[in-house]
């Protein structure tokens, strides 16, 4: 089993940054893709972006690229998700999700998800 919790959300105004942190605990050594995804009210859940265990196998959604930088620190089993240029279309319930899979970028190819952080950013 693998254990995720999210943190750093909050509420914002339009143009500032964010920085959400999830730490994984557990069976650690059988995930092999995190990945952040989020969900707004009466939406349902969007990919947002993924991360393997190589740094240079990165994915992104169309809607955050340029403003959204995930990373990984594997000695730390904790994956950042830094937005900047926040807009209020991406308020959302933000889930850290780890994988068994390489580069999943859907969510029902997920086996375990965090609790979820709220990140608001007013107009």
């Known amino acids: 089993q693998v254990q995720l919790v999210e943190s750093g959300g909050g509420l914002v105004q339009a143009g500032d940054s964010l920085r959400l942190s999830c730490v994984a605990s557990?069976?650690?050594?059988?995930?092999?893709?995190m990945g952040w995804f989020r969900q707004a009210p009466g939406r349902g859940r969007e990919f947002v972006a993924v991360?393997?265990?190589?740094?240079?196998?990165?994915s992104y959604a169309d809607s955050v690229k340029g403003r959204f930088t995930i990373s990984r620190d594997n000695a730390k089993n904790t994956v950042y998700l830094q937005m900047n240029s926040l807009k209020p279309e991406d308020t959302a319930v933000y889930s850290c999700?780890?994988?068994?899979?390489?580069?999943?970028?859907?969510?029902?190819?997920?086996?375990?998800w965090g609790q979820g952080t709220q990140v608001t950013v007013s107009p």
């Open positions: 999700a780890a994988s068994t899979l390489l580069r999943a970028t859907n969510d029902d190819l997920y086996d375990w």
């Open positions: 557990g069976r650690t050594i059988s995930i092999l893709t």
């Open positions: 991360t393997g265990r190589a740094t240079g196998d990165i």
